[in-house]
């Protein structure tokens, strides 16, 4: 069984000791643009996986979701980080902070656009982006680093 969860499950976590070793590996993660009123496994190789096409030059993948098509691209996490689908422990009020359990882990997924290609314009593509530039950004800034600039 393959999971699919929504966006809000899905943490990018560039520190690994919050993914136990014994979290099991997702073999396939789908980020779609809907909510389903699902939580658990699902036949997704047997019904939406079996229909998915993929271009070979692009890489774009074509599928269809309740009649709705979808255009998808697989991308894998940033160097450094793990993916980790979370799952909220038990019931809180509103003044209890949230808790989490690690469910899955993974190192690429697939996401989906309604009907247009994936781009470089896509807000997954743009948080890679960001953790790119915020990364140069925090990097400590060497002697040698501000001799090149003089």
Same mark, same amino acid.
């Given at each position: ?10 943490? @990018? !976590? ?24 699902? !939580?658990?496994? +699902?036949?997704? +190789? !047997? %019904? ?15 599928? +269809? ?7 998808? @691209? ?6 450094? %980080? =793990?993916?980790?689908? @979370? ?5 809180? =009020? ?5 808790? *989490? ?5 993974? !190192?690429?997924?697939? %996401? *989906? ?16 982006? *960001?953790?790119? @530039? ?7 800034? =060497? ?8």
């Amino acid at each position: 069984h393959t999971h699919t969860h929504t966006m809000a499950d899905i943490v @990018l !976590d560039k520190q690994m000791h919050t993914a136990p070793a014994s979290t099991p590996t997702a073999q396939r993660v789908h980020f779609m643009p809907c909510e389903i009123e699902h !939580d658990g496994a +699902a036949p997704v +190789a !047997d %019904y939406f996986d079996a229909a998915t096409e993929t271009e070979t030059d692009s890489g774009v993948h074509t599928a +269809a979701f309740r009649g709705r098509a979808l255009k998808g @691209l697989t991308v894998p996490c940033p160097p450094g %980080y =793990t993916g980790v689908v @979370l799952k909220e422990r038990g019931s809180r =009020t509103d003044k209890q902070e949230r808790r *989490w359990n690690t469910v899955l882990k993974f !190192d690429e997924f697939t %996401y *989906w656009n309604l009907e247009t290609e994936p781009s470089a314009n896509d807000a997954v593509q743009k948080v890679f982006d *960001w953790i790119g @530039l915020a990364s140069a950004m925090h990097e400590p800034v =060497t002697a040698e680093d501000m001799a090149k600039t003089n």
